[in-house]
């Protein structure tokens, strides 16, 4: 690196090593929890014209106003950088004319900018992984998504994380808590942060989530929601934590948790590590793993008809500080060629096992003695060793190095041996698992044992 190599920008990451392999599982393990809800893949532009997400996330909010990458395109456009998912998705639910496959699940992950001051856990350019349901009004769907993340956060290792469910109400129930905010609020006015002044007539509800002191001594006291529920409302909400209990996912009640953007409507929820967690201790301040709604309004504000849809969101690099250090891939097999011979055949092997789903690396540099220690610390499961005698008689050694095992395989079987091998290791790994989870005998018994 010279004086004018050009560094990276501020905010942005250079993911490599134990954090790359964090974020790949987190991701990997999304993908495979989606797959068992039913989640359909998307793949999302990156930018989209400002619009979208001025009137889909609402102007007061802190996103739109100080947080978004805009900028003039040639043309003359304004475009923006995505700041999070769900506005592009509604806009491309009506742009595509997707309302034929309601109710619409799917899932995506990716990039995102946002303009945030750079600390531990946030970042100008983050990743989020994220799932819809779209043209959904039945709180069966809020159930699924929410069984969905509690189930990845559970195939995720995490633990200490609790979900912090609250109901917005419906429109009349939240504009009615709304005017009580804003009744309650004013009283206390120049006691009041200078941010929460001005969101006393723009965006009364994000008082609640202020983190001022000046603002926290009057939260206890304000109007809560339950206050204001309709009749159905509070039956939704109802069936929403009667689902999630049925489901045998945990949470708790937040009444006072609001979500940063405008369009959430019922719904609204946080995953947040609980306090004195070691969860807690590694976000530090970012506390929000995962968070959501249901936002029925959205859709409309992009000119569609009245669509109720629910979803989530979650950041990558927050997950992957939790779920600790992960090991590579298993590596199935570590090709040590000694001798004339064993480069080009080595080569032959590999691509072959590699064309029978077996992860395979070549040891080509060293000595024997060094390709021997460098398949053992990569912890490769067999080194099969080709040295000029066997490749005469069409053989290979194998041996299996967490045992110390040795036997001669030909080239014609070893691919067949060394599937079935992986294989054993695969049923013991789901075995494990059963068994790790109590079945439906174990201490933390799932409530389906009970009908
Ligand atoms: P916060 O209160 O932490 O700013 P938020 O309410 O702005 O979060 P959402 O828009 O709900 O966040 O995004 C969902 C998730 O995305 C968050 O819970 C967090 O895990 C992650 N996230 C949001 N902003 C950032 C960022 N700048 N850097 C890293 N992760 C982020
Ligand atoms: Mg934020």
């Not at 004013?186 to 983190?211: A, F, M, T, W, Y």
């Amino acid at each position: 690196m010279s004086k004018n190599t050009p560094k990276a920008i501020r905010g942005t990451q250079d993911i490599f090593g134990a954090d790359a392999e964090s974020f790949a599982f987190v991701v990997e393990t999304f993908e495979r929890v989606r797959k068992l809800y039913r989640f359909r893949r998307v793949e999302m532009p990156v930018f989209e014209k400002t619009e979208v997400f001025s009137r889909a996330i609402g102007e007061t909010t802190d996103v739109v106003s100080k947080e978004m990458y805009s900028f003039e395109d040639r043309g003359g456009d304004s475009l923006t950088l995505r700041p999070e998912f769900t506005a592009g998705i509604a806009r491309a639910y009506l742009t595509n004319g997707w309302q034929q496959h309601a109710p619409l699940k799917v899932a995506t992950h990716g990039p995102l900018f946002r303009y945030e001051r750079p600390q531990k856990g946030r970042y100008r350019q983050f990743h989020q992984i994220d799932a819809e349901i779209i043209g959904a009004a039945e709180p069966q769907a809020d159930v699924e998504l929410l069984a969905m993340a509690d189930q990845l956060l559970r195939e995720l290792g995490i633990e200490g994380v609790t979900l912090n469910l609250n109901t917005l109400g419906d429109v009349a129930s939240r504009e009615a808590w709304r005017a009580g905010l804003i009744e309650y609020f004013s009283k206390v006015r120049g006691d009041l942060s200078e941010d929460s002044q001005e969101r006393l007539e723009k965006n009364p509800l994000r008082i609640l989530d202020s983190k001022d002191p000046r603002d926290k001594a009057f939260l206890a006291d304000a109007p809560k929601i339950d206050e204001f529920l309709s009749d159905e409302a509070l039956a939704f909400f109802e069936n929403v934590t009667s689902g999630l209990d049925a489901a045998g996912v945990k949470w708790t009640r937040a009444e006072s948790l609001v979500r940063g953007l405008d369009y959430y409507r019922h719904t609204a929820f946080e995953f947040i590590p609980d306090e004195g967690s070691a969860a807690a201790d590694a976000l530090g301040a970012q506390s929000t793993v995962l968070g959501g709604g249901r936002y029925d309004g959205l859709i409309e504000s992009l000119g569609g008809s009245v669509t109720p849809a629910v979803g989530w969101a979650a950041g990558i690099e927050r997950l992957a500080m939790l779920v600790g250090e992960k090991e590579a891939a298993p590596l199935h097999a570590s090709i040590v060629p000694i001798g004339e011979n064993g480069a080009k055949v080595a080569a032959s092997l590999a691509s072959f096992l590699r064309m029978h789903d077996l992860s395979v690396d070549v040891a080509f540099r060293g000595n024997m003695k060094k390709r021997m220690t460098r398949a053992n610390d990569a912890g490769a499961f067999f080194a099969l060793i080709l040295g000029d005698d066997e490749i005469a008689s069409r053989k290979v050694a194998v041996k299996n190095l967490r045992t110390g095992d040795q036997s001669l395989c030909s080239f014609d079987d070893v691919a067949v041996v060394l599937s079935e091998a992986v294989e054993g290791e695969e049923m013991a790994r789901v075995a494990r698992k059963f068994r790790g989870s109590g079945g439906f005998a174990g201490k933390e018994r799932h409530p389906f044992s009970n009908y």
